[in-house]
């Protein structure tokens, strides 16, 4: 969608947010940080329809509040053993959230793609055992249905950020939506993939910046924290960092995490594994539960620097059987 | 998937392919152009599997022979009058395949997203008037049957190559396929986007190198036209190229179109509508007839200096009413 | 330099670290973050051969220790009164090292170029006033000699990282040396660049990552903070982060500093205007001073969080004269 | 530089040329290519200075002409044994000029740097013995001079394009100028770049695309050939294409050099080593003399159908000595 501006075109996806952030109007104003001229491609999204910013409550957690919320768990669910052990470990530090992925999109076919249907039963399980909502990626229109079944919140991967009938079909739903920025798109397009799905009624979205492509080889993706003040400033919906795609290695994790609260994000999406070396996929950058134990301190303190805030985990949890599993991590 | 090759991690996204290809120990046999070592993740793609190369049968035109075989039409279908002015004039100039979209993915949810079904049946209708083989995109699951009813070959677009679930689905339906390469993904991605296809029965596929993004503004991708001398020698499947939205801008497409001709693709895919100006979507990169045909005589030149041809236009053409269609295009 | 490792060769610029960094050997003990394997092309900056990390000493600051340390001041010296103005303000908040071009490298031959010889008394006589050592950019090799006589910390800008005699110039004087990843440099390539300078016996680099060439348009550049634990990883050299360059909005500069001092960035290198509409150069980007006084007290909080210190400015200056500067700033 | 257009300001670096180029009130005549509004920022480089080209005189050989100019050799001057070699070949296979590098820039400062001096001295035998012109990098300002001596064109590689003293230093000398494009440039900056030597007075520059920086890591670079048909609109200067440094792999080097002839270059600069095996730089991505050879004869075949031409070598060359030269060529 080409668009003319002052007699000039423009590509919808490449150069419209950049007029919208420097019109230079009200520049010189400086204390509130200018502001937009010109249309919004994105209305529904825009931070101008709700200029305090929403939150989505999912079970009684709050995101986008005060709250720094912390959604952790393995890539893949692989087993009862592995999905439980681990719920268990980031539960005990203070996640919130339990994160699994049931349906795995995979580069190559004959990587394992996740147990289907028989994860989603698991995660039902673990969400029961451990009082923990979940979240989950739906890859395909076919599988919301079953999806949202069983999950609290539903994950758009980066693959389908531009799969628009997918976006159109979560619309249509009642679930909060995690809407990973995909690999290569512009911040212009993921505002305008949220659009899609608050246009069909569904306002609960967040966005999850996840890295991007770039020609550095040294990490998995370039994260790009600049996203974050970008979209809060752009638009109402809360926004959650993924370290673990972010760089790709697990010593990389605490550090961009402690970065990512400092800078505002409203939640993290965290890789962890009980037993990383042996994690089917993404094994690189999972962290194992005790330094995830470690960075949850390290990030609670950043908050507290930043105004936000990581809860305290009870020092008697209500549920100690989930306390006893902790204990026999496999290492 | 990481693989492990001598003791090292390398992820399969990035590191495979530059291994193969840099492969020494043949290297010194400067002739043969090197060769390969250790695993292919993409064997039923690779040119191993098929030494000489496959080509495809669309309807008797055969892709990955000797022609060079031009798809052209509009980016999306609008109108009958629109939609025929067009392919009646491509037609005329030698365009052996009509293309033309009936489901848009567009950026925006607020953009034409296509006449949809009504675009279907247009599309058949131009096929049966001017006897063109019809390509089209399928973007969702749940479309691919009433897609394969209508169109010769099913185009999986830019955005929809990493929709593994989509792959699948048209991985077990009869029709050729046109695989586009992501605009953010590597060639590796993009021929194991075709393995998934392969994977499940269809080998009748071709790949579209269409343009990746870079930092480069200018243009509205990059057309890589590295891509086609690489995959010519990883896979044996015919590669097209798409230089409209390889560029962005019609007056480069003639350009670019005899670079990819010379370059060695088996194909083009080309927008051209009677009224760029007019067009509800990529006017800007869209040819007008009369510049197409001035284009193909420019690529027929460069095909026979490579080896290849694109068959001159009969003098008189077999179905006269097609001739009378090109006469009243809308300027 | 393409090197053998296995039986496969590799490009110096893309594959080297890739392969260090995944080095599986001791990846189980996840304790100590894996380590390195094979060869290691940069072995003078490489942090095997200073484990304890260096640091510098700036006229009695010390960069890569507790303190982070911040550098401020306008993108070019325009003249006395807006350096003067400048460097009193941002004194006072607790900037410990004055920044300002006096060679400016501009892309269009018709841009403001700095005032060079003239901007580099100026940058003495503000050096001598307040007390503050000074950073400043050298571009040619012949401009070295005269540089050194005024700066403290030698500048080498992103479009000079690449320009080897220019390290090699900069590796033969006593000086410290700023230098910023180039725009479209990997890590790897801004490791060695340093390895220039040290192979040519100075020591005392430290690293300045300022965002790098992305497809995103939205912001200036793409600030890869991921570069901050991989260089403290890899090297023992301090990194500094230029959150001006790297997001191109002064309004973004707060959230982005917070996070480059978060993930362990050793000092910050911000763009400060006493009249940001007014600059010559960089204005979009520029803090004005209030803006900069609150920063300062935000990031002050992060570095506590993080176990580092940005010491808290005196309430009585030893310098009255100063303080007076800062009264009257231009609005 | 941002500059402000209808109240809106852009930088120059990512959005001139875009808005140059889709200017939309001539869109509608569509014969000519459209045409651009605004305000040019590159005037002595625009095409508008010049609408019908301006053509180079090497020694008698004219660039930008109706020849296309094949300018071959090694990528680093090694020996007297390597350099004649080569040059004789590449001289008997129909190359107009010789490249070689005296200084080589390189990532790591342990690898080889090339002869410098010595170099140079080569050289000039070789244009001696040959007769052919010699065309050699400069990196430092202070090596403007001695290469001046004996060189025939002054290359400016990707590394120094954004060096503007240097350029300055050639825009001062009586010398051609092979600008090559950064490999992290903008078309803009390219153009901008030319514009800092014409400013000077030497307006004997010519473009050279050698592949830009992306994502992709299966070639070297992603060489742009868009870059041609868009600077030969935007300038009037000739453009040359170095497939070597574009793709990085040698068996790749002369599809993508038919290619660079169809799309319009005026000009190659390909990498020719007597035994590439053995090369102490760019080994991977020179062609064997056997090899350019061939490849001579298929973009003469191509160089015709778009209406250009690369001369016939005589059958009896004028310099029997040559001749034989090309006979022991090393393997």
Not at 196 to 214: A, P, Q, S
Not at 269 to 295: I, K, N, T, W, Y
Not at 303 to 315: C, D, H, N, Y
Request: net charge neutral.
């Amino acid at each position: 969608m080409p668009i003319r501006l002052c007699g000039l075109r423009f590509r919808l996806d490449r150069f419209i947010i950049p007029s919208l952030i420097q019109g230079t109007e009200r520049m010189n104003d400086w204390r509130s940080g200018g502001s937009y001229a010109g249309p919004i491609p994105f209305r529904l999204v825009s931070r101008d329809s709700r200029p305090d910013g929403s939150t989505l409550d999912i079970n009684g957690i709050e995101i986008g509040g005060r709250e720094v919320v912390v959604m952790a768990g393995p890539c893949a669910v692989e087993s009862r053993d592995q999905l439980f052990a681990t719920a268990g470990a980031v539960q005990a530090c203070g996640a919130r959230i339990l994160r699994g992925g049931a349906f795995k999109p995979r580069t190559s076919p004959y990587s394992f793609r996740g147990l289907r249907e028989e994860g989603l039963q698991l995660l039902a399980m673990a969400r029961e055992e451990f009082g923990l909502p979940v979240v989950t990626e739906v890859m395909d229109t076919r599988q919301v249905e079953p999806v949202c079944e069983h999950a609290d919140i539903l994950q758009i991967g980066s693959r389908s950020m531009h799969n628009y009938p997918l976006l159109e079909e979560v619309g249509q739903c009642k679930k909060p939506v995690l809407m990973k920025r995909g690999m290569g798109a512009t911040i212009e397009e993921l505002l305008l993939a949220a659009e899609y799905v608050l246009n069909k009624g569904n306002d609960r979205v967040m966005f999850c910046e996840r890295g991007i492509r770039t020609f550095e080889t040294s990490t998995r993706n370039t994260l790009d924290l600049n996203a974050v003040p970008l979209l809060k400033r752009l638009s109402h919906l809360p926004v959650i960092v993924d370290p673990s795609h972010g760089t790709g290695h697990w010593w990389m994790v605490p550090a961009m995490s402690k970065a990512a609260v400092a800078v505002g994000a409203d939640g993290l999406l965290v890789e962890v594994h009980c037993s990383p070396q042996e994690a089917l996929s993404d094994g690189p950058q999972s962290l194992h539960p005790d330094r995830f134990a470690e960075m949850m301190q390290e990030i609670r303190a950043v908050a507290r620097a930043v105004g936000r805030e990581i809860p305290e985990v009870q020092p008697a949890i209500t549920r100690p059987k989930d306390r006893a599993k902790t204990l026999n991590l496999s290492r």
